[in-house]
């Protein structure tokens, strides 16, 4: 098993271009979440997913789109990118059934806006 | 609002140190606390804990909950340069499906 991939590693962006953050698991499992970690604010969580077709707002949703139209995959959109996004993006999964020692991240996304 | 603070924020030491971290929590129907390493990329899972007084052990690190005081302490013994890392500490409900997480503290340890 892969576990958690993301693409890609790194990306620089200008200020109001749009691109997608890749997120895949190869685990079958239900819940996938997509946190941005920046200096000092620790891990914040912007979307999740319960399952295919159902995804819900974290704590920082505001400028993110997701969908999750397969189990597998969880991309995140910027629409609209601001330098305020600029962080480090982790993705995350965990099995319906398991208790939340087994989320597993992925090694995430460093991503720039100029 | 659910929420989970960490102290200290930073921490310098040198090998062979024995450190303790705290984590504090306000959270609706708490389910359990976890604490994560995280190196240079993805947290890495420590401990889950979700009943009070039951010391969770591995190797030099230790953790136990207070589920009266509402808050948790990772013990690190011995310190040594790998353990150098950000530990962030995390809580559940049973009301949501979300991780919070804390800010997390920042340990450095010196030769």
């Known amino acids: 098993n892969a576990g958690v991939t993301q693409t890609p590693k790194f990306q620089v962006l200008k200020t109001g271009q749009s691109m997608t953050l890749q997120c895949a698991q190869d685990m079958n499992h239900e819940y996938m979440s997509w946190y941005r970690q920046d200096p000092g604010m620790g891990l914040r969580l912007i979307h999740y997913s319960v399952g295919a077709g159902i995804t819900d707002q974290g704590e920082v949703p505001n400028g993110y789109n997701v969908s999750r139209s397969t189990t597998e995959d969880f991309p995140l959109r910027l629409l609209s990118a601001a330098p305020s996004q600029t962080s480090v993006y982790f993705c995350?999964?965990?099995?319906?059934?398991?208790?939340?020692?087994?989320?597993?991240f992925g090694p995430g996304t460093r991503l720039l806006v100029l | 609002e659910d929420k989970v603070v960490q102290s200290p924020l930073s921490l310098v030491v040198h090998e062979g140190d024995t450190v303790t971290l705290n984590c504090s929590y306000e959270?609706?129907?708490?389910?359990?606390l976890l604490w994560y390493k995280q190196e240079k990329k993805a947290p890495t899972f420590l401990f889950m804990l979700?009943?009070?007084?039951i010391e969770k052990k591995s190797g030099r690190l230790s953790s136990i909950l207070d589920k009266k005081e509402l808050f948790s302490i990772l013990n690190i013994t011995a310190t040594q340069t790998g353990d150098s890392a950000i530990y962030l500490c995390a809580v559940d409900s049973y009301n949501t499906d979300k991780l919070i997480f804390g800010t997390g503290t920042r340990l450095q340890v010196f030769p």
């Open positions: 959270v609706t129907n708490f389910r359990s």
């Open positions: 979700t009943s009070s007084g």
């Open positions: 995350a999964s965990r099995g319906t059934a398991d208790y939340l020692e087994t989320q597993y």
